[in-house]
């Protein structure tokens, strides 16, 4: 029997990194029946009205990707991470060693929430890695070793460009979840990301969920530009039968 269809619409996270909640709700509401993934992160932290807002979003029948990138000792993480559980996000970022991240493990339980590590971020290229002390290792090396890290701590994907996915999907054996940012449709600009892919090649080569926010809410038309991007998500996944629609 053949796999089901994939569809784009639920692999497709729009970040909501707007200057309020209020922008943000708007922008949502612009995008309502085309995207039900919607990613919070950093910029609306601490914005007031940030938790109701998350509340809202799944309230809604939509999934929340929380994009804090958790970064602290294995206790404090394991403490953190239980929290997030009670928001009932589906998707969390964390970053750090080993034990960090089976502390997180720990916290999420058996709950359904998936948990992302961080390897290297899209705006970052190999003069940013040795900046941090990794002058002898290329970008794909430090991804790699990152994921390598990830998957044996029991994470269930990592965050990376398309240019490292069909890398991770190898080395973990399709175990891992590939989650890419720094998506930027034909034509569009890079803005500040260095590591950058179009939604087709990204499933091409085996992303699992796109991240897009810029080409999509910093253009007049947020839905039109979201319904593009769908179109050619949608088509790469078709041409693309080896990938589960279970993840």
């Known amino acids: 029997m053949p796999a089901p269809r994939i569809e784009a619409k639920d692999r497709l ?3 909501l990194d ?3 909640v209020d922008a943000a709700r708007r922008m949502v ?3 309502e029946g085309a995207v039900t993934f919607f990613k919070v992160g950093l910029v609306l932290q601490m914005a007031p009205g940030a938790e109701t807002f998350i509340q809202d979003l799944i309230k809604s029948g939509n999934r929340v990707f929380l ?3 958790y970064y602290d000792i294995a206790a404090t993480m394991k403490k953190a991470v239980a929290r997030v559980v009670d928001l009932g996000v589906s998707f969390l970022t964390i970053h750090g060693s080993s034990s960090v991240i089976r502390g997180a493990v720990e916290g999420r339980g058996t709950s359904d929430l998936k948990l992302f590590t961080v390897t290297v971020l899209t705006s970052m290229d190999k003069a940013d890695i040795a900046e941090l002390g990794y002058a002898e290792h290329s970008v794909e090396e430090l991804v790699l070793f990152r994921a390598r890290k990830a998957l044996a701590a ?3 994907g990592v965050i990376a460009s ?3 996915a069909s890398a991770i999907k ?3 054996n399709d175990r891992l979840l590939v ?3 720094g998506i930027r449709p034909d034509g569009s600009p890079e803005d500040d990301q260095k590591r950058t892919v179009t939604p087709g090649e990204a499933i091409a080569v085996g992303a699992d969920y796109l991240v897009v926010g810029r080409p999509i809410t910093g253009k007049p038309d947020p839905r039109a530009n979201a319904g593009a991007i769908l179109e050619e998500m949608q088509r790469a996944f078709d041409q693309s039968p080896a990938l589960s629609a279970s993840q």
């Open 154 to 156: 029991g994470c269930d």
């Open 18 to 20: 707007l200057e309020s």
């Open 170 to 172: 190898a080395l973990s």
């Open 179 to 181: 989650v890419v940012p």
């Open 67 to 69: 994009d804090y990138k």
């Open 162 to 164: 398309g240019r490292e």
């Open 13 to 15: 996270i729009v970040a």
């Open 29 to 31: 509401r612009q995008l």
